[in-house]
């Protein structure tokens, strides 16, 4: 019940085209729904989160859509570019801020 | 953004030796941090979590006398690797968040560790 399932393992991309990482939980206790980026040999950064009291978020190029009801959230990435190449980690966590992390999806986004 | 910094960056050891590894919250007090580690082209598991003043808190299967972890101050928590082996190579990340919690966890550059 603590897992946060992630898919697609890893991704390709035309440079310009949509990237869609999707990620599943079943705990409904989970609050806030983070999206990492991470590049090799560094840290995760994080890029855009949600609470499940709104059902999209969009920052920039970055979308969260959220649906409740599913338990189900997902990160868009338009116009994707070569530099968004890197390691998405989406998560969830509870009040007590420990978070349960996703499997991770490699993007690679071609030039 | 917030930053926290990790130290060193990378570390090579021999077996049998211990590793300390820093991690500082520079623009914040973080009265929680968090240790990771991460296998290569793994997710990143919870190692244990750290209270400013209190012993640690440790993931089940994690050996806390093998990975000592002080948070000595608001802005600081290390985690010292004891009689390091080579299958304790890994990526080592600490994360922290802010006092005035937004539930938004920062995350270090993290630390390679090699155990020769």
């Known amino acids: 019940q603590q897992q946060v399932k992630q898919s697609p393992q890893s991704l390709i991309v035309q440079k310009g085209g949509i990237s869609i990482i999707n990620c599943a939980y079943e705990n409904t206790a989970f609050d806030y729904f983070p999206w990492y980026q991470q590049f090799p040999g560094k840290g995760p950064a994080l890029l855009i989160a949600i609470r499940p009291d709104v059902s999209e978020k969009k920052e920039g190029r970055f979308t969260i859509s959220f649906n409740k009801s599913a338990k189900q959230f997902s990160l868009h990435i338009m116009d994707s570019q070569p530099g968004d190449s890197a390691t998405y980690f989406c998560?969830?966590?509870?009040?007590?801020?420990?978070?349960?992390f996703g499997t991770g999806t490699r993007l690679k986004v071609l030039a | 953004g917030a930053v926290v910094s990790q130290h060193p960056s990378r570390v090579i050891c021999k077996s049998g030796t211990s590793v300390k590894i820093e991690c500082r919250s520079l623009d914040f007090q973080a009265t929680t941090m968090f240790w990771y580690r991460q296998f290569p082209k793994k997710s990143l598991m919870l190692m244990a979590t750290?209270?400013?003043?209190?012993?640690?808190?440790?993931e089940q299967g994690v050996e806390k006398d093998k990975f000592l972890i002080n948070h000595a101050s608001l802005t600081l928590s290390t985690l010292t690797v004891t009689s390091a082996h080579p299958e304790d190579s890994s990526f080592y990340i600490c994360s922290a968040i802010k006092r005035e919690d937004t539930g938004e966890l920062f995350f270090g550059e993290g630390s390679r560790l090699t155990v020769l």
């Open positions: 998560a969830a966590s509870t009040g007590t801020y420990k978070y349960i």
């Open positions: 750290s209270n400013e003043g209190s012993k640690a808190t440790y």
